[in-house]
């Protein structure tokens, strides 16, 4: 008698050699990966690997010869003649003839055309339309490189599907594969087992994987109640579903209500939302905010613990940073310094005085929520400066706290969203340093000395160069002393419009070429720097 783990690897095997497997020479190697995804012993192997190369096993290589094989068995029957097959191997031919019927009538296969390069696309057609099957045993070929190209991220997208639509085949592959899931993984095979009447087995993969919790996992409960309404089908994977049941950002209230409801319309319009926010915090690489030259070793030091601490950003407590300068170009420097830190995640500019009260309407129109990335992590830059609508200031203040983030309140559709895994970091002038005080880790950012306007020059000329496409821009040291005598919003609007009157493919910029630029400014740290007089005098 086979048992139940045998059962599952046989038929994810047979299903491998219905469709793409015949097409790959090694069949040992084959059915040794589909054994060991599946735990079983050596000895287990090397015994079911002799029962498939049985001369009646190995003989069924098509839905039809598997008929065929059992009208052979009726015929005998019928005439009280004796059957030559072991009851074993008369096990193994009906499962192998059960998964060609469903690899068949799962359109997988094709039996009328057995060309490599269509039975590939057959079965990447068939995983990418959802059907479990295909999505397990292509995800193992591909983790592999058997028959397909090896490439584990490819394969590792596809375990996890079937790992999520609960199959239980699925959960076992993924958890060979995928060790960075695999306590979830345990979970869920142990109650996907007790299901199935098999919980007794589940020592056998405690005893390689380790000791599971018990706590039951509610999506999988959720799963359950939409495949016993037929709502999903377990062999079909939606991914619109998929995406809604394992949000991290939804209440399982709300998921419950739209799986199960019978509104299509609704179903839809959650659909659209940035469902696949996760907790995981992003390395942040500080490395060249900790060497930007000129900076605040103290704002940068605060900075700097801040990215080292992204994954507090969802407790309750957290107070976000906020960096105060009346410079806007100050604060629109750390910001940038901050926003290269963040490599590849999404970083939303936002600009507090530029919003209206509609902007914050409970629609999915709201800012917050269509500013998100649903692929990566997200941080939101706020900048409070200027003149500032008081509703417009008090409803952004609310999302600096995480307890007002984490229940986001939609009317249309209606329901409850958590964006408290979002980072607000925020930017005011010190006219609203005192207000964001007591919801804000305050850095104030002092002026530049000389010394540090010096090194700001050469940090300017060298952002300009590369947003006008210039080779090389530089100054001599005569133009670097007199421009450090200017306030830093005058040093860079001085010197961009020097570069774009200038533009050529190498430019550098001496005391004849600035001095059209100078005149007028003064050197007060509250001047403009250039203006009225550059237009009148500067042609």
């Known amino acids: 008698m086979i048992d139940f783990f045998s059962e599952m690897m046989l038929r994810s095997y047979f299903t491998a050699e219905a469709t793409v497997g015949r097409f790959y020479g090694d069949k040992r190697a084959l059915f040794g990966a589909f054994a060991r995804v599946f735990l079983l012993t050596e000895e287990e192997t090397e015994h079911l690997y002799a029962l498939s190369q049985a001369e009646d096993v190995a003989g069924i290589r098509s839905v039809r010869e598997y008929h065929r094989y059992c009208r052979m068995k009726e015929y005998l029957a019928m005439n009280r003649r004796d059957d030559p097959t072991d009851p074993e191997t008369e096990e193994v031919v009906d499962l192998k003839g059960a998964a060609f019927t469903t690899a068949l009538t799962g359109e997988l296969i094709h039996e009328t055309r057995e060309v490599r390069s269509v039975a590939c696309e057959t079965m990447t057609r068939a995983a990418d339309g959802g059907l479990v099957l295909g999505l397990y045993v292509l995800g193992l070929m591909q983790m592999e490189g058997f028959v397909f190209e090896k490439d584990e991220n490819q394969g590792l997208v596809k375990l996890r599907k079937a790992a999520d639509w609960d199959s239980a085949e699925g959960l076992f592959t993924a958890l060979y594969y995928d060790p960075a899931r695999r306590d979830r993984y345990l979970v869920r095979l142990r109650e996907r087992l007790l299901r199935l009447g098999h919980l007794d087995l589940f020592a056998r993969v405690e005893a390689v994987y380790g000791p599971c919790d018990t706590t039951k996992h509610r999506e999988f409960l959720l799963l359950e109640k939409a495949f016993d309404q037929r709502i999903l089908k377990r062999e079909l994977y939606v991914k619109s579903y998929a995406r809604l049941i394992y949000s991290e950002i939804l209440s399982m209230k709300d998921k419950e209500a739209l799986v199960l409801s019978s509104n299509p319309e609704l179903f839809a319009a959650v659909s659209t939302l940035p469902l696949k926010l996760d907790r995981t915090a992003p390395a942040a690489d500080t490395s060249q905010l900790k060497a930007m030259r000129p900076s605040h070793p103290k704002a940068v030091q605060k900075i700097v613990c801040c990215l080292e601490n992204l994954d507090f950003r969802t407790v309750m407590t957290y107070r976000p940073i906020c960096l105060v300068s009346d410079s806007k170009f100050m604060l629109d420097f750390y910001a940038q310094a901050i926003a290269d830190c963040l490599k590849q995640s999404h970083v939303e500019f936002i600009e507090v005085n530029d919003l209206t009260e509609h902007d914050f ?64 970091v925020c930017f005011c002038d010190s006219a609203y340093a005192k207000m964001l005080q007591p919801f804000c880790d305050i850095v104030r950012l002092s002026d530049f000395t000389k010394a540090e306007k010096r090194e700001l020059v050469e940090c300017v000329l060298k952002s300009k160069a590369a947003a006008y496409g210039v080779k090389e821009i530089s100054a001599v040291k005569e133009v670097g002393d007199k421009i450090a005598e200017y306030s830093v919003d005058n040093i ?12 050529a493919d190498s430019l550098v910029l001496t005391q004849e070429l600035m001095q059209p630029y100078f005149k007028g400014a003064s050197g007060r740290r509250n001047a403009y720097g250039f203006g009225g007089s550059i237009d009148e005098d500067h042609e």
């Open 492 to 503: 860079e609007k001085i010197l961009d419009l020097a570069v774009r009157e200038h533009r």
């Open 361 to 424: 309407e409970p629609t999915m129109s709201n800012i917050f929520v269509r500013s998100c990335d649903e692929d990566v992590f997200n941080a939101y830059f706020l900048f409070f400066r200027d003149e500032i609508e008081y509703r417009v200031y008090d409803t952004a203040k609310t999302f600096l706290q995480s307890v007002n983030r984490s229940k986001l309140r939609l009317n249309n559709p209606s329901v409850v969203l958590d964006l408290s895994m979002i980072l607000p």
